[in-house]
């Protein structure tokens, strides 16, 4: 079994700063979680900006390039740059990011969703910023847009005009079918990197038997041409991303998809996440890929062919 490739994703567009006051905001506080998890053992990091304000979901190249030089100058990770950006943005907002960097791998959701987490409005009383209880109820009648006109515009100018590899998010059996569409049409180019994702109301459920049902799936619509990876949400994380290296998988864990660390204990940073992880896949008797690893699995252009 090959190393197994842990991603961190220390910020995301999904929680708020009201839910934990360990969740990186500013840049700096963006760019020191991210060295902090690479040096735990995450080889990619999955990137978003946020508002260093209000903590609010940004799309602004500028805040980017504030935390990823950063990054960069710290460490050997892989920097992968979300183009599912914050819910309710544009097509155009999400890809600003990664058009304005080009880097190695970017995010892709390849399938729309309702993307419900207005039920996390049950458990606070009160919120930081005015925006949080309204973000988390207009998902109550949202969908998350990633058509195929939207797929087809983002591999295209994205990956066959930056050398971008994806992190092709997978919600649900039909967003592999949808994969391999793209593929089928010439457009994209193996290895494909496969998160699939667990627990999101809206998406597939967090059940070990659907995990084995998309992994045989997946099995049979990418052959040896694939790698792939599982994330789940909440509670979920940490059980998940064991099964899946047992599996022989990869898997992604950080604040993005949980804020805890342990049953009502909330994580101290996204280091501790993947220190966790990482003890768990080298008690399985597994090794955990560096980020040159990844990129020669993956077949990424390489940390000097990006512009940030």
């Keep these: 079994m090959r190393p197994v490739i842990i991603t961190c994703a220390p910020t995301g567009g999904i929680h708020t700063p009201t839910m934990s006051p360990h969740l990186p905001v500013t840049p700096d506080e963006i760019a020191a979680a991210s060295i902090e ?49 914050g819910l309710g943005m544009t097509r155009e907002e999400r890809l600003r990011a990664a058009v304005a960097t080009s880097p190695e791998m970017a995010s892709l959701n390849v399938g729309s969703l309702n993307f419900g987490i207005f039920p996390m409005l049950e458990k606070y009383a009160e919120w930081k910023h005015p ?41 649900d059996l039909g ?44 099995q049979k619509l990418f052959g040896d041409s694939y790698e792939w990876s599982v994330l789940a949400a909440g509670r979920h994380q940490m059980s998940f991303a064991t099964q899946a ?23 101290p940073s996204n280091a501790h996440q993947v220190r966790k992880i990482r003890g768990i896949v080298e008690a399985l008797g597994l090794e955990v890929a560096t980020p040159a690893q990844a990129r020669e699995r993956l077949g990424l252009k390489g940390a000097d062919r990006v512009t940030f």
């Design 37 to 85: 998890a690479a040096e735990a053992g995450a080889a990619i990091i999955h990137l978003h900006a946020r508002n260093p304000e209000t903590g609010q979901p940004d799309p602004r190249p500028e805040l980017f390039l504030e935390f990823m030089p950063q990054i960069a100058a710290s460490c050997d990770a892989v920097l992968n740059v979300s183009t599912g950006g």
């Design 245 to 267: 290296a047992m599996l022989g998988g990869n898997l992604r864990v950080g604040m993005e998809d949980s804020l805890f660390i342990g049953p009502g204990e909330l994580t």
């Design 175 to 218: 967003h592999l079918y949808n994969l391999a569409w793209l593929i089928d049409q010439g457009w994209l180019e193996p290895p494909f990197f496969v998160q699939m994702v667990f627990g999101v109301l809206g998406g597939v459920g967090a059940d070990l038997d659907n995990l084995q049902h998309l992994h045989t799936i997946a």
């Design 131 to 171: 925006w949080e209880p309204e973000f988390l109820e207009m998902t109550r009648d949202f969908i998350f847009r990633n058509t195929f006109a939207d797929l087809e515009y983002i591999v295209k100018e994205l990956g066959q005009g930056h050398g971008t590899r994806f992190e092709f998010e997978c919600y």
